[in-house]
């Protein structure tokens, strides 16, 4: 079964987004006060085959945990589907 | 064929016409896409051709002239420096800092395909008013394209010139210019030989990118040219790294093993096969199936006229195809044979078993046809050559005069842009950017090149020619100013549509100028480019050309890098002393524009004569240790080389000067004048009767102005017949430096 | 001496590291980052660039290249290993070293000169510093604001693990001397053992003073000075509690 995943990382509350920071700056001067926050963060989509969607879902937690996301920074989530013939 | 498709991809009617006759039959689409790119002016100059021939190619170190990847010469000891200049204007005005960052790969590319390893970048640019917003953004996204690519790959950016005027609003100007160092025996060429030699596609596979990307440089930039643009390009400075490597590892197996290499930029694999075939006199078979697809269903079409990065084209000599592709492997990249040269001067194009394109090389790649425009003089030049500025009035202040000339776009420190840039990558850097001419060790020598990019886009406006000599005069000075002796130029024209009259006499004029000072200075032009149609329109009716813009690039060569020469003044006691004569003239200067809001009048003199022994007299001063720093005048002229001279001074934290105006000249004229030809000097006292006899002898007048002290830089007016002398000038260093150093960050984050 | 230069895929001062090596004398070679062992090696270098594009997170990537095992293996082993900028990157995202980058606190990539001051003469790469002595070297990173939770920062400096801090003209760390933001204005720091360094300031490009300064020599000179056993073990304060002493 083929499947697709969409990570995404973020980076922890705790820990300070210069990028992020910067674009609320840019948006406050585009008049756009009422914006109160920007966090940027990274999406990543994964096309996979798997037995099930069980084994799918293990997979992708183990790479965001290992490789895409850095646990001292970010948090990750991600959804699952189950994705068509030609996907991705 | 449809109703004016070629019109469509570019082409005109007689051009199609041309084709007809060359094929003896219609062309079919994928025939025509391929003339429409190789006949674009972006990869044929048909409308340049005739006047580049003006310029001086030859010299007794010129190895390689324009024709090449790029340019070559000796510098001695059985090594030779390639360098190029190139364009990438439209694509950095649809996306900044991919527009860039390509620009920055595609030079590089360059550079490495002639065999040699890229050890410098430096990057002329022009953007709108910095109190334009989108100006702003233009300026922040190129450099951190440029930024973004180089500092990946690991070439340091050592340099450049960025200037800001309402003609580029719209049009911004990024130039790339490259060097690199390979041993003189060891220089590649892109020239296709011997009857079956397999032809390799190696690097990033092809996708959609840019397609007709070169078309669309040949035009002007309009909304529909802005929607006809199917892709952009992406650069990956990551993969081009690897090819670099892998490249330079490829050469190492020995001379016979690569016959020919291009890079694959404009055009992409038409322009690489029809050149590479036209200059070997061979022929070539492509089969456009075995091209390594990024994305499925492409058509033949497609893989000819995709612009996708990072890929080369090479031709190896039969039976080395496994060492290729190990070498390509060990690099994780892919090498796969295509084609293979034939011996029918034809390029023939097959998709499998299907020929789908059969056209002459040579038709593609050298039989574009060959426009000489009218030219007509812009009725502007008369007015501003006449322009009376006797009644320019003195400032009140000058020290105010003074530090808005600092805070000026066009003479304010650069640390913004360039510190952004990693320009110490590859341990070569002996001269940092902002601290006077880049200069960069010769890997493994005691050598080192002197590297700059200079053009005045007013003077070229005001008068092509003399602006354009102006250029080549001042990069060379830049040059000697470090102690290098100029060794050549590379070009990056760049200029409006050239189908309009006022625009054609523009180049024209330009190109004369340059032509002329490079004769007179004896620096020979090795390559270069040309960037025709910067012009834009907001509301899609008439379109308004970039101020004419002839960058000269130019490296100069130190046979000794201990005698390397900076701007700053380095001691206490120190004389300051101006080699070259000062001329009443402010037309055109940044102190008009600037302070009295005049851009215009004439432009400074040109004295090619006096410039030649301005430099000759600077190279045998600084080679016989006679001076402390060397700096030389031009924007802003004294006063503003005076501040530099102070601020980058000292150890650091800068040094004062104490000088005294001399004749009878009013200040402002004396200060702020931009006459060409001249070096702000200073040196030891014991060394005063050496420096004045060297002098002599060269027929250069130096005039003693002070000496270097303090923390203030101080001036006095004259007190020539009837005047008294008076202060002009009163301010710490410190002050300076603060306006020098902080404007642009201040303009661009404010 | 033997000095072993990682190259992985996007290095690009390995050649710079490799020059400032050889000037000591050493015998220096490129290790690729597909070998696995790292025998007879007394010194590792991870040299800076951008491994693997700092596609993902700058050293993301590249840690999980072959040789990394082999790094590993070698410091817990008590092997010298050096990371410098990239190289740093990279022995954070391996866990040899506490903490994470972050991009720098202005989001830009930044070439500039900065001071550092040596907080630790005490590891075999500042064994010839003395404590408090400013060093003058380059730095040129867009990811370089070190990060590391309060708990472990405290440890880090209970244990004298910060060997780097940025300074200014005075030698006293300012949030202006600071060029990226570090928690702590932290420049380098080592593991407990003091046997692997991480520091985010290129002092392969401060070897020579034709291109500007030598200070980076001290911190080359002090391993070599340290692996030839002219310091004494005992001597060192090897950043350890209590036994180590």
């Given at each position: 079964?083929?499947?697709?995943a969409q990570v995404r990382?973020?980076?922890k509350?705790?820990?300070?987004?210069?990028?992020?920071?910067?674009?609320k700056?840019a948006?406050?001067?585009m008049?756009?006060?009422n914006?109160?926050?920007?966090?940027?963060?990274?999406h990543i989509?994964?096309?996979?085959?798997?037995d099930?969607?069980?084994s799918?879902?293990r997979q992708?937690q183990?790479i965001?945990d290992r490789?895409l996301?850095?646990?001292?920074?970010e948090?990750?989530?991600?959804?699952l589907?189950?994705?068509g013939g030609?996907?991705g | 064929m449809g109703?004016?498709?070629?019109r469509e991809?570019g082409?005109a009617t007689e051009?199609?016409?041309?084709i007809?006759d060359?094929l003896?039959r219609e062309p079919?689409l994928?025939?025509l896409?391929m003339f429409?790119?190789?006949?674009?002016?972006?990869c044929?100059y048909?409308?340049?051709?005739?006047?580049?021939?003006?310029?001086?190619?030859t010299?007794s170190?010129?190895?390689?002239?324009p024709g090449?990847?790029?340019?070559v010469?000796?510098?001695?000891?059985?090594l030779a420096?390639v360098?190029?200049i190139?364009s990438?204007n439209?694509?950095?005005a649809v996306?900044?800092?991919q527009?860039?960052a390509t620009?920055?790969?595609g030079i590089?590319?360059?550079?490495?395909?002639m065999?040699?390893r890229?050890?410098?970048?430096?990057?002329?640019l022009?953007?709108?008013p910095?109190?334009d917003?989108?100006s702003?953004h233009?300026f922040?996204?190129v450099?951190a394209g440029?930024a973004?690519?180089?500092?990946s790959?690991?070439?340091?950016?050592?340099g450049?010139?960025v200037?800001t005027h309402?003609?580029?609003r719209?049009?911004?100007l990024?130039n790339v210019?490259?060097?690199g160092?390979?041993?003189?025996s060891a220089i590649?060429?892109a020239?296709a030989?011997?009857l079956?030699?397999p032809?390799?596609?190696?690097?990033a596979?092809?996708g959609?990118?840019g397609m007709?990307?070169?078309?669309?440089?040949?035009s002007?930039?309009?909304?529909?040219a802005?929607a006809?643009r199917?892709?952009?390009q992406v650069g990956?400075p990551?993969m081009?790294?690897?090819?670099l490597?892998a490249?330079l590892?490829?050469y190492?197996?020995?001379?016979?093993v690569?016959i020919?290499?291009?890079d694959?930029?404009a055009?992409?694999?038409?322009?690489?096969?029809?050149e590479?075939?036209?200059?070997?006199?061979?022929g070539?078979?492509?089969?456009?199936?075995?091209?390594?697809r990024?994305?499925k269903?492409?058509?033949p079409?497609?893989v000819?006229?995709?612009?996708?990065q990072e890929?080369?084209?090479?031709a190896v000599?039969?039976?080395s195809e496994?060492e290729?592709?190990r070498?390509?492997?060990?690099?994780?990249l892919?090498?796969?044979?295509?084609?293979h040269?034939?011996d029918?001067g034809i390029?023939?194009?097959?998709?499998?078993d299907?020929v789908?394109?059969?056209v002459?090389a040579?038709?593609?790649?050298d039989m574009a046809?060959?426009?000489?425009r009218d030219?007509?003089?812009?009725e502007?030049f008369?007015?501003?050559?006449?322009?009376d500025?006797a009644d320019?009035?003195?400032?009140?202040?000058y020290?105010?005069?003074l530090?808005?000339l600092?805070?000026?776009?066009?003479?304010?420190s650069k640390?913004?842009?360039?510190s952004?840039?990693?320009?110490?990558?590859?341990?070569n850097?002996?001269?940092?950017?902002?601290?006077?001419?880049?200069?960069?060790?010769?890997?493994?020598t005691n050598k080192?090149?002197?590297?700059?990019c200079?053009a005045?886009?007013?003077?070229c406006y005001l008068?092509?020619?003399?602006?354009?000599?102006?250029?080549?005069?001042?990069?060379?000075?830049?040059v000697?100013a470090?102690?290098a002796?100029p060794?050549g130029?590379?070009?990056?024209?760049n200029f409006?549509?050239?189908e309009?009259?006022e625009?054609?006499?523009q180049?024209k004029?330009?190109?004369?100028g340059m032509?002329e000072?490079?004769?007179?200075l004896e620096?020979?032009?090795?390559?270069g480019?040309?960037?025709f149609?910067?012009e834009?329109?907001?509301?899609g009716s008439?379109t308004?050309?970039?101020?004419?813009?002839p960058v000269v690039g130019?490296?100069g060569?130190?046979e000794?890098?201990?005698?390397?020469?900076t701007?700053?003044?380095?001691?206490?006691g120190d004389i300051?002393?101006v080699?070259?004569?000062t001329?009443?003239e402010?037309?055109a200067?940044?102190y008009?524009?600037?302070?009295?809001g005049?851009e215009?009048?004439?432009?400074?003199?040109?004295?090619?004569a006096?410039?030649r022994?301005?430099?000759?007299?600077?190279l045998a001063l600084?080679?016989?240790?006679?001076l402390?720093?060397c700096?030389?005048l031009?924007?802003g002229?004294?006063?503003?080389?005076?501040s530099?001279a102070?601020?980058l001074?000292?150890?650091g934290?800068?040094?004062?000067?104490?000088v005294r105006?001399p004749?009878?000249?009013?200040a402002d004229?004396?200060l702020?004048s931009?006459?060409?030809?001249?070096m702000l000097?200073s040196f030891?006292?014991?060394?005063?009767?050496?420096v004045?006899?060297m002098?002599?002898?060269h027929?250069?007048p130096v005039?003693?102005l002070?000496?270097v002290?303090?923390?203030r830089?101080?001036?006095?007016?004259a007190?020539g017949?009837g005047g008294?002398?008076?202060?002009?000038?009163d301010?710490p260093?410190s002050?300076?430096?603060?306006v020098?150093r902080?404007?642009?960050?201040?303009?661009?984050?404010s | 001496m033997?000095?072993g230069v990682?190259?992985f895929p996007?290095?690009?001062c390995d050649a710079?590291?490799y020059?400032?090596i050889?000037?000591?004398g050493?015998?220096?070679?490129?290790?690729?980052?597909q070998d696995?062992?790292?025998d007879g090696?007394?010194?590792v270098?991870?040299p800076?660039?951008f491994?693997y594009g700092?596609y993902?997170r700058?050293?993301a990537?590249?840690?999980f290249a072959p040789?990394?095992?082999?790094?590993?293996?070698?410091?817990?082993a008590g092997g010298?290993?050096?990371?410098i900028?990239n190289?740093?990157q990279i022995?954070?995202?391996?866990?040899?070293?506490?903490g994470a980058?972050?991009?720098?606190v202005?989001?830009r990539f930044?070439?500039?000169?900065?001071?550092?001051?040596?907080?630790?003469a005490?590891?075999?790469f500042?064994c010839l510093?003395?404590?408090g002595q400013?060093l003058?070297?380059?730095?040129?990173?867009?990811?370089?604001?070190y990060?590391?939770d309060e708990?472990?920062?405290v440890?880090l400096?209970?244990r004298?693990q910060?060997v780097?801090?940025y300074v200014n003209?005075?030698g006293?760390?300012?949030?202006?001397a600071?060029?990226n933001?570090?928690?702590?204005?932290i420049?380098?720091i080592t593991t407990r053992r003091g046997?692997?360094?991480?520091?985010?300031?290129h002092l392969?490009r401060a070897?020579e003073?034709l291109?500007?300064?030598?200070?980076?020599?001290?911190?080359f000179?002090s391993?070599f000075?340290?692996l030839s056993?002219g310091?004494?073990?005992?001597?060192?304060?090897?950043?350890?509690d209590?036994p180590?002493?």
């Amino acid at each position: 079964m083929r499947f697709k995943a969409q990570v995404r990382v973020t980076l922890k509350e705790s820990i300070l987004d210069p990028q992020g920071s910067a674009v609320k700056r840019a948006l406050h001067a585009m008049n756009h006060d009422n914006v109160l926050d920007v966090r940027i963060g990274k999406h990543i989509e994964l096309v996979l085959t798997a037995d099930g969607p069980e084994s799918a879902r293990r997979q992708v937690q183990e790479i965001a945990d290992r490789l895409l996301a850095n646990p001292v920074i970010e948090n990750f989530s991600f959804d699952l589907a189950e994705a068509g013939g030609e996907a991705g | 064929m449809g109703d004016c498709i070629w019109r469509e991809m570019g082409l005109a009617t007689e051009e199609y016409e041309r084709i007809l006759d060359i094929l003896g039959r219609e062309p079919n689409l994928v025939e025509l896409g391929m003339f429409a790119v190789m006949w674009s002016e972006h990869c044929s100059y048909k409308n340049s051709r005739a006047v580049l021939g003006l310029l001086p190619t030859t010299g007794s170190r010129v190895i390689q002239g324009p024709g090449e990847n790029a340019g070559v010469v000796d510098i001695g000891a059985g090594l030779a420096v390639v360098f190029k200049i190139e364009s990438h204007n439209h694509p950095s005005a649809v996306e900044p800092y991919q527009g860039a960052a390509t620009g920055v790969g595609g030079i590089i590319r360059d550079i490495f395909t002639m065999g040699a390893r890229p050890i410098a970048l430096l990057d002329a640019l022009r953007f709108g008013p910095v109190s334009d917003a989108r100006s702003r953004h233009l300026f922040a996204q190129v450099v951190a394209g440029i930024a973004g690519y180089g500092n990946s790959i690991g070439i340091p950016t050592v340099g450049g010139e960025v200037a800001t005027h309402e003609s580029f609003r719209e049009s911004p100007l990024v130039n790339v210019m490259c060097v690199g160092v390979a041993p003189a025996s060891a220089i590649k060429k892109a020239a296709a030989r011997g009857l079956g030699n397999p032809v390799m596609v190696v690097g990033a596979r092809t996708g959609r990118d840019g397609m007709h990307g070169a078309t669309f440089a040949s035009s002007e930039l309009s909304p529909e040219a802005m929607a006809k643009r199917s892709a952009v390009q992406v650069g990956d400075p990551f993969m081009e790294k690897l090819l670099l490597e892998a490249c330079l590892e490829l050469y190492e197996l020995g001379d016979d093993v690569v016959i020919g290499i291009q890079d694959m930029g404009a055009a992409g694999l038409t322009c690489s096969s029809c050149e590479m075939a036209s200059r070997g006199g061979v022929g070539m078979e492509i089969d456009v199936a075995k091209v390594p697809r990024r994305e499925k269903g492409m058509t033949p079409y497609e893989v000819m006229l995709s612009e996708s990065q990072e890929r080369m084209l090479v031709a190896v000599k039969a039976g080395s195809e496994p060492e290729v592709e190990r070498v390509f492997r060990k690099w994780g990249l892919e090498a796969t044979v295509v084609g293979h040269v034939t011996d029918d001067g034809i390029l023939r194009i097959r998709d499998g078993d299907a020929v789908v394109a059969e056209v002459p090389a040579k038709a593609l790649a050298d039989m574009a046809p060959c426009y000489t425009r009218d030219a007509s003089e812009p009725e502007y030049f008369r007015r501003e050559q006449a322009r009376d500025l006797a009644d320019v009035p003195e400032p009140d202040d000058y020290a105010c005069a003074l530090m808005k000339l600092l805070a000026s776009p066009r003479i304010a420190s650069k640390e913004w842009v360039y510190s952004q840039y990693d320009h110490q990558v590859g341990t070569n850097t002996v001269v940092l950017p902002g601290r006077g001419t880049s200069v960069v060790r010769v890997p493994g020598t005691n050598k080192g090149l002197a590297l700059t990019c200079d053009a005045n886009s007013l003077y070229c406006y005001l008068d092509p020619w003399a602006g354009a000599a102006h250029a080549v005069a001042e990069a060379a000075r830049n040059v000697a100013a470090a102690g290098a002796e100029p060794l050549g130029i590379t070009d990056c024209l760049n200029f409006g549509n050239p189908e309009k009259p006022e625009v054609f006499w523009q180049f024209k004029r330009a190109v004369e100028g340059m032509a002329e000072a490079a004769r007179a200075l004896e620096i020979p032009v090795t390559g270069g480019n040309v960037s025709f149609y910067n012009e834009s329109s907001k509301d899609g009716s008439s379109t308004v050309a970039v101020y004419p813009t002839p960058v000269v690039g130019m490296v100069g060569l130190i046979e000794d890098l201990s005698r390397v020469m900076t701007p700053g003044f380095k001691r206490e006691g120190d004389i300051v002393a101006v080699l070259g004569r000062t001329r009443d003239e402010i037309g055109a200067s940044e102190y008009l524009a600037e302070v009295h809001g005049i851009e215009g009048g004439p432009v400074p003199v040109v004295d090619l004569a006096a410039e030649r022994a301005a430099i000759q007299l600077t190279l045998a001063l600084i080679r016989g240790g006679l001076l402390s720093s060397c700096h030389d005048l031009s924007e802003g002229g004294l006063a503003v080389a005076l501040s530099e001279a102070c601020i980058l001074g000292g150890i650091g934290s800068g040094i004062g000067a104490r000088v005294r105006l001399p004749g009878t000249m009013r200040a402002d004229r004396y200060l702020f004048s931009e006459s060409g030809g001249r070096m702000l000097v200073s040196f030891h006292p014991s060394a005063a009767s050496g420096v004045q006899a060297m002098a002599g002898r060269h027929g250069v007048p130096v005039t003693v102005l002070g000496e270097v002290g303090g923390m203030r830089l101080v001036i006095d007016g004259a007190g020539g017949t009837g005047g008294r002398a008076r202060r002009v000038v009163d301010v710490p260093v410190s002050e300076l430096s603060r306006v020098y150093r902080g404007a642009i960050a201040w303009a661009l984050e404010s | 001496m033997r000095v072993g230069v990682v190259v992985f895929p996007g290095s690009n001062c390995d050649a710079d590291c490799y020059r400032a090596i050889e000037s000591f004398g050493a015998d220096v070679k490129y290790i690729w980052y597909q070998d696995r062992s790292l025998d007879g090696y007394d010194l590792v270098v991870l040299p800076g660039g951008f491994s693997y594009g700092d596609y993902l997170r700058a050293g993301a990537i590249a840690r999980f290249a072959p040789i990394m095992d082999g790094v590993v293996e070698f410091a817990e082993a008590g092997g010298l290993v050096l990371g410098i900028c990239n190289g740093f990157q990279i022995l954070l995202e391996c866990g040899l070293l506490p903490g994470a980058m972050l991009p720098n606190v202005v989001p830009r990539f930044r070439c500039d000169g900065v001071r550092l001051r040596v907080e630790n003469a005490h590891t075999p790469f500042t064994c010839l510093c003395h404590p408090g002595q400013v060093l003058s070297m380059p730095i040129a990173h867009a990811w370089g604001n070190y990060y590391a939770d309060e708990a472990t920062l405290v440890e880090l400096e209970r244990r004298g693990q910060v060997v780097f801090r940025y300074v200014n003209e005075e030698g006293v760390p300012t949030p202006e001397a600071n060029p990226n933001g570090s928690c702590h204005s932290i420049a380098g720091i080592t593991t407990r053992r003091g046997n692997v360094l991480g520091m985010m300031p290129h002092l392969e490009r401060a070897c020579e003073a034709l291109l500007g300064g030598t200070d980076g020599r001290w911190v080359f000179a002090s391993a070599f000075e340290f692996l030839s056993g002219g310091v004494e073990l005992g001597r060192l304060h090897l950043a350890g509690d209590g036994p180590r002493h």
